[in-house]
C-alpha cells in the first residue's frame, strides 16, 4: 500500500465554521507533513510531524491546528479562516530518518481542495 | 537556504517527440536528493524520478531521464516519446535532511506546465 488518504476531497467553510481536514497513510512512514498550495504555485510546506511530535512550523497562523494522533494520521484542524486560506492542501509522508536505504521520496496525498467564503 | 530555479513556465511538444525541462539549484549543501515531480490536472503530485548527489550516473526511469551536473548544479528532465499523459505541472524540488527536526526538507521549484500535443 503506497497510498496517502486525504479527506475530504473538497471542503467550503464559512469564515466562523470550524472544520478538519484528515489525512492517512499505512506505509509505516514515521514523518507526515502539511502543505499549502495556491493555484499554479508550488506547494509550500506548513507543518512536519516526526515520529509523532511536532518537528517543523513554518510560521503558520494558529487558525490552523495541526494534530498527529498516531503514527498513521495527520489532521489539520480548521478555525476562523480567510478567504485568502482557499488553496489545496496537500498532506505527504516519508521515511525517516535519512539512510541508504531510505529513498527520500515523499508520498503525497490527492489533496483536500478548500474554499473559505 | 536553498533555491530551485525552473526557467520554462510553459512548454509544448508534438505527440511522440522529445522535450527537456531545465532545472538549476543553488545549494551548500553536499549529500541531498533531487526530484522531478508531476502533478496533473488531478493534482496528486506523482514523483517521476529521483537523482542521489552522490550517484555520477544519470538516473532513469523509462522514457524520463535526468542529466544531472553537480558541478553545474543543474538538474534536467528529458522525456521520450511524448505521450497525452504526460500533460502536466512539473516541479523539480530539492531535498536535504533538516537538522534535528528527524525530517526532509523539500524545497520546490515554480514548475513548468508541459502540454503535449496530439
Known amino acids: 500500500d503506497t497510498e496517502v488518504t486525504q479527506t475530504p476531497k473538497h471542503l467550503v467553510m464559512g469564515m466562523t465554521n470550524k472544520k478538519s481536514l484528515k489525512c492517512e497513510q499505512h506505509?509505516?512512514?514515521?514523518?507526515m507533513y502539511w502543505y499549502k498550495q495556491k493555484a499554479k504555485k508550488p506547494p509550500e510546506l506548513m507543518f512536519v510531524?516526526?515520529?509523532?511530535?511536532?518537528?517543523i512550523n513554518e510560521s503558520v497562523p494558529s487558525r490552523f491546528s495541526p494534530e498527529c494522533p498516531n503514527s498513521s494520521l495527520l489532521n489539520l484542524h480548521l478555525h476562523a479562516l480567510q478567504p485568502e486560506d482557499s488553496a489545496l492542501y496537500l498532506c505527504?509522508?516519508?521515511?525517516?530518518?535519512?539512510?541508504?536505504?531510505?529513498?527520500?521520496?515523499?508520498?503525497f496525498g490527492e489533496g483536500s481542495r478548500l474554499t473559505v467564503l | 537556504a536553498q533555491t530551485v530555479t525552473q526557467s520554462q513556465p510553459e512548454m509544448s511538444v508534438q505527440e511522440a517527440e522529445t522535450v527537456t525541462l531545465s532545472c538549476t539549484y543553488d545549494?551548500?549543501?553536499?549529500?541531498?536528493?533531487l526530484f522531478w515531480y508531476k502533478q496533473p490536472p488531478s493534482r496528486q503530485m506523482i514523483l517521476v524520478i529521483r537523482?542521489?548527489?552522490?550517484?555520477?550516473q544519470n538516473a532513469t526511469e523509462n522514457r524520463f531521464s535526468v542529466n544531472f551536473q553537480k558541478a553545474a548544479k543543474s538538474f534536467s528532465l528529458k522525456i521520450s516519446d511524448s505521450q497525452l499523459g504526460d500533460t502536466a505541472m512539473y516541479f523539480c524540488?530539492?531535498?536535504?535532511?533538516?537538522?534535528?527536526?528527524?525530517?526532509?526538507?523539500?524545497?520546490f521549484g515554480k514548475g513548468t506546465k508541459l502540454s503535449v500535443i496530439p
Open positions: 505527504a509522508s516519508s521515511q525517516v530518518p535519512w539512510g541508504a536505504t531510505n529513498t527520500g521520496e515523499l508520498f
Open positions: 506505509m509505516g512512514h514515521r514523518a
Open positions: 510531524y516526526s515520529y509523532e511530535k511536532l518537528s
Open positions: 545549494t551548500s549543501e553536499n549529500n541531498y536528493y
Open positions: 537523482q542521489e548527489a552522490y550517484k555520477q
Open positions: 524540488a530539492f531535498m536535504k535532511q533538516r537538522s534535528g527536526a528527524g525530517s526532509y526538507q523539500l524545497t
